[in-house]
């Protein structure tokens, strides 16, 4: 069994800067692939980004290429995604995600990953 918990959300100025982080604890590490998604107010969730579970693949939604990043440092079990140049419409719940995958695997739809986080809350203030 996987549980993860994300961190580092929070109130943030347009144009500001956050952190997320997600703590995976059970068995984890290269062979999951990990991923964000986000959730806006009474919409489905979408995906952000996605890793491989050897963190050399990465796929990055279009709206937010350029802005955010996602890396993972699979010794402390952690995913990241840096937000950076943050919107008003990037306001959302974020959520990590991972699943077993190999380490090359990456999934963008949100069926393919088996945990989940609890969520946590950015919001970009304008």
């Known amino acids: 069994q996987v549980q993860l918990v994300e961190s580092g959300g929070g109130l943030v100025q347009a144009g500001g800067s956050l952190r997320l982080s997600c703590a995976a604890s059970?068995?984890?590490?290269?062979?999951?692939?990990m991923a964000w998604f986000r959730q806006f107010l009474g919409k489905e969730r979408e995906f952000v980004a996605a890793?491989?579970?050897?963190?050399?693949?990465?796929r990055t939604r279009d709206s937010v290429k350029g802005r955010f990043t996602i890396s993972r440092d699979n010794a402390k079990s952690t995913l990241y995604l840096q937000m950076n140049s943050l919107k008003s419409e990037d306001t959302a719940v974020y959520y990590c995600?991972?699943?077993?995958?190999?380490?090359?695997?990456?999934?963008?739809?949100?069926?393919?990953?088996?945990?989940w986080g609890q969520g946590t809350q950015v919001t970009v203030s304008s």
């Open positions: 890793i491989s579970g050897g963190g050399l693949n990465t």
């Open positions: 059970g068995r984890t590490g290269s062979s999951y692939a």
């Open positions: 995600a991972a699943t077993r995958g190999g380490p090359y695997a990456t999934y963008l739809e949100a069926p393919a990953y088996d945990y």
